[in-house]
């Protein structure tokens, strides 16, 4: 079957101001502007594809592909996306949310990106990409992993607990949501920003303890966790409110989709 089939109807190229191309889907297209140069084709000499694998080509009329782009959200199909070495944008919170059994596969040349144990890391190892949804039990992000992707264990149904590790200083929208079995997150000291819903719809935990180094979080980062009661923060760390998704009522925060949660201030001693 056509294993190198790069894109067909549901998926295009766009030209980027740069000179070079992204490769995306139909269901972005809508939000592009008018002035973008459209590119369709389908490489498969036999006329037999079989689109549950797509592999995205390296350059098209000899200007390289850099950026990845896509939704999955009506192609479930699609069980493998081979991305070559010249891509240095890669969105897997968009590659994966929909359709989240989509493998991505890197060249092992990539530059910009390797893959270890089926965790996609960026090449220097500050950035953890993509985590691999089949890994059970309990995991341990390496030292010198500064940034976690937006999305990079969501839908890692098997995951049990996460140590991150005291370089790591950002973690990213959604990373954790939808982790079913997810009980216990430790977050060090060092970790200065947490974004929104990140532990959304992990409905086993029941306790989160931000460290001091914490500049902010929001009250979205706690949003739809069923069983959370108690969630400790440092003194000077800021809640930026969101007022349309959750009330005060006797002292409790009720976030919308969670039971009464307490926020509870730690004082350094």
């Given at each position: 079957?056509?294993?190198?089939?790069?894109?067909?109807?549901?998926?295009?190229?766009?030209?980027?101001?740069?000179?070079?191309?992204?490769?995306?889907?139909?269901f972005k297209k809508a939000?592009?502007?008018?002035?973008?140069?459209?590119?369709?084709?389908?490489?498969?000499?036999?006329?037999?594809?079989?689109?549950?694998?797509?592999?995205?080509?390296?350059?098209?009329?000899?200007?390289?592909?850099?950026?990845?782009?896509?939704?999955?959200?009506?192609?479930?199909?699609?069980?493998?996306?081979?991305?070559?070495?010249?891509?240095?944008?890669?969105?897997?919170?968009?590659?994966?949310?929909?359709?989240?059994?989509?493998?991505?596969?890197?060249?092992?040349?990539?530059?910009?990106?390797?893959?270890?144990?089926?965790?996609?890391?960026?090449?220097?190892?500050?950035?953890?990409?993509?985590?691999?949804?089949?890994?059970?039990?309990?995991?341990?992000?390496?030292?010198?992993?500064?940034?976690?992707?937006?999305?990079?264990?969501?839908?890692?149904?098997?995951?049990?607990?996460?140590?991150?590790?005291?370089?790591?200083?950002?973690?990213?929208?959604?990373?954790?949501?939808?982790?079913?079995?997810?009980?216990?997150?430790?977050?060090?000291?060092?970790v200065e920003e947490i974004?929104?819903?990140?532990?959304?719809?992990?409905?086993?935990?029941?306790?989160?303890e931000m460290p001091f180094?914490?500049?902010?979080?929001?009250?979205?980062?706690?949003?739809?966790?069923?069983?959370?009661?108690?969630?400790?923060?440092?003194?000077?760390?800021?809640?930026?409110?969101?007022?349309?998704?959750?009330?005060?009522?006797?002292?409790?925060?009720?976030?919308?989709?969670?039971?009464?949660?307490?926020?509870?201030?730690?004082?350094?001693?």
């Open positions: 079957m056509g294993k190198r089939v790069a894109w067909h109807d549901d998926y295009y190229l766009k030209k980027k101001k740069d000179g070079t191309w992204e490769f995306c889907n139909s939000s592009s502007f008018g002035c973008e140069d459209f590119v369709y084709d389908e490489i498969d000499e036999d006329n037999e594809c079989d689109f549950s694998e797509i592999v995205v080509p390296a350059y098209y009329n000899d200007e390289p592909i850099t950026s990845i782009l896509c939704y999955f959200r009506t192609n479930y199909k699609i069980k493998k996306l081979c991305i070559p070495s010249t891509v240095s944008n890669l969105n897997v919170y968009d590659l994966t949310w929909f359709n989240h059994n989509v493998e991505i596969d890197i060249d092992p040349d990539s530059p910009y990106f390797k893959k270890e144990d089926g965790i996609i890391f960026s090449r220097d190892g500050k950035e953890l990409v993509l985590f691999n949804k089949n890994y059970e039990g309990h995991y341990v992000v390496p030292d010198g992993v500064e940034k976690i992707s937006d999305g990079a264990f969501a839908y890692c149904k098997k995951l049990r607990s996460v140590e991150f590790s005291g370089t790591v200083k950002y973690i990213g929208r959604h990373s954790l949501a939808h982790c079913n079995e997810l009980c216990f997150v430790v977050i060090p000291e060092g974004e929104d819903c990140v532990f959304e719809y992990c409905d086993k935990i029941t306790h989160l180094s914490l500049k902010k979080a929001y009250y979205q980062t706690f949003e739809d966790c069923k069983n959370l009661r108690v969630v400790s923060i440092g003194e000077d760390t800021k809640l930026c409110d969101h007022p349309k998704y959750c009330v005060f009522d006797e002292g409790y925060l009720c976030i919308d989709g969670s039971p009464k949660v307490r926020f509870k201030r730690l004082w350094r001693k």
